[in-house]
């Protein structure tokens, strides 16, 4: 089975659980099958030889946003750690973890691009429970994986904090409180949406740009560390 056949049945997984989940919460059945894809994405993370090879597969494949998202996620959280000196199995399956259930509270592809203050300000609910679902949607996941059996309290936390806001609620780039796995999970998201909008435009990358973007709103010692480690991928290897 290729690469793009892969994807296209894990994109389908994702949202079965995510579909699962927001009508029921998290049953026996839904736990199996959200821990089958989560074994997927770690699978397509570690094979994968460069994140522009990755990049185009995704763009192949039939799943939406949320998917490629998760997926890229999954790929540069890996790679952090390795480039941190933190690579290990725990810290592998938190990551994973964390990366495939952070938006599953989240109803839609337009639901999971906003991921800041300024996007979400920019935002247009007409229903007020969906913009409280957008603002709270970490918290809501975070409340519902509680409940998972074998499901470790630092994936958990992740999911909660992978918008800055210790609650949950809101967004922030005032990160210092907030755990170290959780900086690594935010800054792989802002690395995986600067690659997803490359993907889907003209333009060239603009890496160092980006860098110095990334340091500026986020004005954290581990976070300038994690932002640095994406000077060594290699988003120019694909065709935008």
Not at 23 to 48: Q, R
Not at 61 to 67: D, E, I, L, S, V
Request: charged share 25%; net charge negative.
């Amino acid at each position: 089975v290729s690469n793009e056949e892969k994807m296209d049945i894990l994109s389908a997984s994702v949202e079965m659980v995510a579909a699962q989940f927001q009508s029921a919460g998290m049953d026996e059945e839904t736990v199996k099958l959200a821990n089958a894809s989560i074994k997927a994405l770690e699978k397509i993370a570690e094979s994968a030889t460069s994140v522009g090879k990755l990049v185009k597969e995704l763009l192949k494949a039939k799943g939406g946003y949320r998917f490629a998202h998760c997926q890229l996620v999954t790929f540069l959280s890996f790679h952090v750690i390795k480039m941190m000196s933190w690579w290990g199995d725990d810290q592998r399956e938190i990551l994973s973890q964390a990366s495939f259930y952070h938006d599953i509270a989240l109803k839609n592809d337009d639901q999971s691009r906003i991921r800041t203050a300024k996007t979400f300000t920019e935002a247009k609910f007409e229903d007020p429970a969906e913009r409280e679902l957008v603002f709270s949607h970490a918290q809501l996941a975070a409340q519902e994986l509680q409940v998972v059996s074998d499901l470790p309290p630092e994936v958990v936390r992740v999911v909660l904090q992978h918008h800055g806001s210790p609650t949950g609620r809101g967004f922030a780039t005032e990160i210092a409180s907030i755990d170290n796995l959780a900086k690594v999970f935010m800054m792989s998201e802002e690395w995986a949406d600067y690659l997803i909008q490359l993907s889907e435009t003209d333009s060239p990358p603009e890496n160092e740009a980006k860098i110095t973007e990334l340091k500026e709103l986020y004005k954290d010692d581990l976070a300038s560390q994690i932002i640095e480690s994406f000077r060594y991928l290699d988003p120019e290897k694909f065709a935008m």
